[in-house]
């Protein structure tokens, strides 16, 4: 059985006892009837920021928006060699809500932003799953650009000539990867190939010297996935133990505790023994 599958028996018998939030993805076919979105990705990313009324600025909880979306969004908890060529991956193919899964072995929140935005992308304009198809590849990417940084807001923005203090400001409004907008410098027209080229290069060099270390998830909050551990929670305290689930599923318990990012080991308690020793 996929991972895919094993979540999804997991949130399905969840929501026998929690009742998760709507889905609310235009064009899902699980959910309640909504006109599709545009096939064109740029298009397609404006519409969803109208549908969802997101306005044209940044998107600070990325993660979090997309469970209150009723989305469902998890951290692979055992990657193996092929998923760790991953960033993630995602389906709208299981019965009750769209799945994304994030691989977060590297530990970027501007990479781990992205790979969301690109997943949701491919909910979005792919119906059927091609994995790997170059084209599929290329418009999750337009959608996940332009959903993250709309053209429109953030071209007067963006330097003409590479300027690295003036990126460095925009990665953390837009919360994006220099990466990132080095390539919307380049598809919106203001760097040639060869002012284009010079970036890269230093890109790199500062990242070989050991400049521009990796950003961690662990300091966003609003980008770690949180709606299976609360759905969770609010089981546990009508009843719903681990064991229970896992018995209901007929899988292990560490396994249950594994998918919902819950530790399966014992909590061990230290207590300090009041003193005796006499005051100074």
């Not at 998760?20 to 006109?35: H, M, R, S």
Request: glycine content about 8%.
């Amino acid at each position: 059985m996929s991972f895919t599958e094993l979540l999804w028996e997991l949130v399905y018998e969840l929501e026998s006892h929690i009742r998760l939030p709507a889905v609310d993805l235009p064009g899902w076919d699980g959910g309640e009837t909504i006109p599709d979105l545009p096939t064109d990705p740029q298009q397609a990313a404006r519409a969803l920021r109208a549908c969802w009324g997101l306005g044209d600025g940044p998107i600070p909880h990325l993660v979090r928006l997309l469970e209150s979306r009723g989305i469902v969004v998890t951290v692979l908890p055992f990657p193996n060699e092929d998923s760790r060529k991953l960033d993630g991956f995602s389906t709208a193919r299981l019965p009750t809500r769209p799945v994304i899964v994030l691989n977060d072995e590297r530990d970027d929140v501007y990479r781990h932003r992205f790979s969301c935005a690109h997943e949701l992308g491919h909910l979005l304009l792919h119906s059927e799953a091609h994995p790997g198809d170059v084209q599929h590849e290329r418009q999750a990417d337009a959608f996940a650009a332009e959903f993250l940084t709309p053209a429109a807001r953030l071209t007067g923005s963006l330097p003409t000539r590479v300027d690295f203090t003036i990126l460095g400001r925009l990665q953390q409004t837009w919360g994006v990867s220099l990466d990132s907008l080095l390539v919307r410098c380049r598809e919106l027209g203001l760097h040639t190939e060869a002012v284009s080229g010079r970036a890269w290069r230093r890109l790199r060099a500062l990242r070989a010297q050991g400049l521009l270390p990796c950003t961690s998830v662990q300091g966003f909050p609003g980008e770690i996935p949180v709606l299976l551990q609360r759905a969770y929670e609010m089981a546990q305290r009508k009843g719903i133990t681990a064991q229970r689930l896992a018995d209901e599923l007929h899988w292990p318990a560490d396994m249950v505790l594994k998918l919902l990012a819950q530790d399966p080991r014992p909590d061990l308690y230290l207590g300090l023994a009041p003193s005796t020793a006499p005051a100074p």
